[in-house]
């Protein structure tokens, strides 16, 4: 777990700025779920036998009452779970999103830790291939608006339940025929998990897994149409994708549409975005039954894409550093500051005393455009100096009550 210092915390809010404008865009609306929720949420949401639930979550019991409780790994089940709890799905179908930090214990790496931030997107009761297409298309755009780069879509469809029920007990069969090759991670998985097998990044798996039978000829009529309405939409929409097979995902809940982005800029764990429909989880968690489709981006991976060649420092910077030096001056001072703040302006009105060589130094350092500077003399007249600090520009003294409608023409031009 990791601390935000102001330089890199000012680029995280420019990020989340972009992307509610970017959710805005597509009518999606925010959702805010608790950080901690029952045990019993993840392990009939995300899956008894995943990863997520047997080794990776931070789990605990409630000293006063013995409930069993969890800091939560991932949101898509705590979203279907507040939807279905307020009943919000009655009589029309929901676009939400939330962000916020996630919890997993794993092996912390570049732009992987421990606590950890996703943006999650969640479409809940549209049973059609269009919002699985729309989330892939809104993703395209979103690393368009940020400038990324080598950025992949891979795609695969897990088809339905009586679908994969058939493929896994092909599979089973398959994996118990070279259970001797499989390490100890595919040993576990063999009987509680087996499409997790397919996801294995153990080199000396590769051909085995290769030639394992695929998901995707198991597939019926409808699930085949539902991939193919999906893949149709995004040629249309000139997003390109290769189909892989062993595409699975960590969580047993999706089925038919998944996605991965992948990157091969953040090393050895290339994943920044996924995805995928999962038609059976909110009845699974209790409400009535309802289609819904949803993907999450790691926050911390994303930004590291994203923020490559910026330079260093503040991201954000004030318009005016005040200056003064004087009893009478000070108040002065804070009266001009809190007019520049009513004007719109972002202000620094300078603490802890000092000459007026120094604070000067102090507004250069801050970034600021312009410096107000107010003596005792300004004060008995019930004036201020302003003075650019960046580019050419004398200093000017105006009456302090004309002072914000100066600079607000001096930084704004006509749209002052």
Same mark, same amino acid.
């Given at each position: 777990?990791?601390?935000?210092?102001?330089?890199?915390?000012?680029?995280?809010?420019?990020?989340?700025?972009?992307?509610?404008?970017?959710?805005r865009?597509?009518?999606?609306?925010?959702?805010?779920t608790?950080?901690?929720?029952?045990t019993?949420?993840?392990?009939?949401?995300v899956?008894?036998h995943?990863?997520?639930?047997?080794?990776?979550?931070?789990?605990?019991?409630?000293?006063?009452?013995?409930?069993?409780?969890?800091?939560?790994?991932?949101?898509?089940?705590?979203?279907?779970?507040?939807?279905?709890?307020?009943?919000?799905?009655?009589?029309?179908?929901?676009?939400?999103?939330?962000?916020?930090?996630?919890?997993?214990?794993?092996?912390?790496?570049?732009?992987?830790?421990?606590?950890?931030?996703?943006?999650?997107?969640?479409?809940?009761?549209?049973?059609?291939?269009?919002?699985?297409?729309?989330?892939?298309?809104?993703?395209?755009?979103?690393?368009?608006?940020?400038?990324?780069?080598?950025v992949?879509?891979?795609?695969?469809?897990?088809?339905?339940?009586?679908?994969?029920?058939?493929?896994?007990?092909?599979?089973?069969?398959?994996?118990?025929?070279?259970?001797?090759?499989?390490?100890?991670?595919?040993?576990?998985?063999?009987?509680?998990?087996?499409?997790?097998?397919l996801?294995?990044?153990?080199?000396?798996?590769?051909?085995?897994?290769?030639?394992?039978?695929?998901?995707?000829?198991?597939?019926?009529?409808?699930?085949?149409?539902?991939?193919?309405?999906?893949?149709?939409?995004?040629?249309?929409?000139?997003?390109?994708?290769?189909?892989?097979?062993?595409l699975?995902?960590g969580?047993?809940?999706?089925?038919?549409?998944?996605?991965?982005?992948?990157?091969?800029?953040?090393?050895?764990?290339?994943?920044?975005?996924?995805?995928?429909?999962?038609?059976?989880?909110?009845?699974?968690?209790g409400? /009535?039954? +309802?289609? #819904?489709? %949803?993907? $999450?981006?790691?926050?911390?991976?994303?930004?590291?894409?994203? &923020?490559e =060649?910026?330079?260093?420092?503040?991201?954000?910077?004030?318009?005016?550093?005040?200056?003064?030096?004087?009893?009478?001056?000070?108040?002065?001072?804070?009266?001009?500051?809190?007019?520049?703040?009513?004007?719109?302006?972002?202000?620094?009105?300078?603490?802890?005393?000092?000459?007026?060589?120094?604070?000067? /130094?102090? +507004?250069? #350092?801050? %970034?600021? $455009?312009?410096?107000?500077?107010?003596?005792?003399?300004?004060? &008995?007249? =019930?004036?201020?100096?302003?003075?650019?600090?960046?580019?050419?520009?004398?200093?000017?003294?105006?009456?302090?009550?004309?002072?914000?409608?100066?600079l607000?023409?001096?930084?704004?031009?006509?749209?002052?």
């Amino acid at each position: 777990m990791n601390d935000l210092l102001p330089d890199e915390a000012e680029r995280w809010e420019a990020f989340e700025e972009i992307v509610r404008d970017w959710l805005r865009s597509y009518g999606y609306r925010p959702i805010r779920t608790p950080i901690v929720e029952p045990t019993a949420l993840f392990v009939r949401g995300v899956g008894e036998h995943t990863d997520i639930v047997e080794k990776e979550m931070y789990s605990f019991e409630d000293r006063l009452n013995g409930e069993q409780l969890t800091l939560r790994p991932e949101g898509t089940a705590p979203c279907v779970r507040a939807v279905t709890e307020h009943n919000l799905l009655f009589g029309q179908p929901r676009r939400l999103y939330y962000s916020g930090p996630m919890f997993r214990h794993e092996r912390p790496q570049k732009g992987r830790y421990r606590q950890f931030h996703q943006v999650g997107v969640e479409a809940l009761g549209f049973a059609g291939p269009d919002v699985d297409a729309e989330h892939i298309i809104m993703c395209a755009r979103l690393w368009d608006d940020l400038g990324l780069e080598d950025v992949t879509l891979e795609i695969n469809s897990l088809g339905d339940a009586t679908e994969r029920a058939a493929h896994r007990a092909a599979l089973i069969a398959y994996l118990e025929g070279h259970q001797d090759k499989l390490d100890e991670d595919g040993k576990r998985r063999l009987y509680t998990n087996p499409l997790r097998v397919l996801d294995t990044k153990n080199p000396a798996l590769q051909a085995i897994v290769e030639a394992a039978p695929r998901l995707m000829d198991y597939l019926g009529e409808a699930s085949l149409a539902h991939y193919e309405g999906v893949t149709a939409l995004l040629r249309e929409a000139c997003v390109p994708y290769t189909l892989n097979t062993r595409l699975v995902r960590g969580l047993d809940y999706y089925n038919r549409t998944v996605f991965e982005w992948t990157t091969t800029r953040l090393g050895s764990q290339a994943t920044f975005c996924a995805g995928g429909r999962y038609d059976s989880l909110i009845e699974q968690l209790g409400g /009535k039954s +309802a289609p #819904a489709c %949803g993907f $999450a981006m790691g926050m911390e991976r994303v930004m590291l894409m994203w &923020a490559e =060649g910026m330079e260093a420092g503040p991201l954000v910077s004030p318009d005016v550093y005040v200056v003064h030096v004087g009893e009478q001056a000070g108040r002065l001072a804070l009266r001009a500051a809190e007019q520049l703040r009513s004007a719109g302006l972002a202000v620094i009105y300078h603490c802890g005393g000092g000459n007026f060589k120094s604070q000067m /130094k102090k +507004a250069d #350092a801050s %970034g600021s $455009a312009f410096a107000v500077i107010v003596g005792d003399d300004e004060a &008995a007249a =019930g004036e201020v100096s302003f003075k650019p600090l960046r580019g050419e520009g004398e200093q000017r003294r105006v009456p302090v009550d004309l002072l914000a409608p100066e600079l607000a023409a001096v930084l704004y031009g006509d749209d002052a």
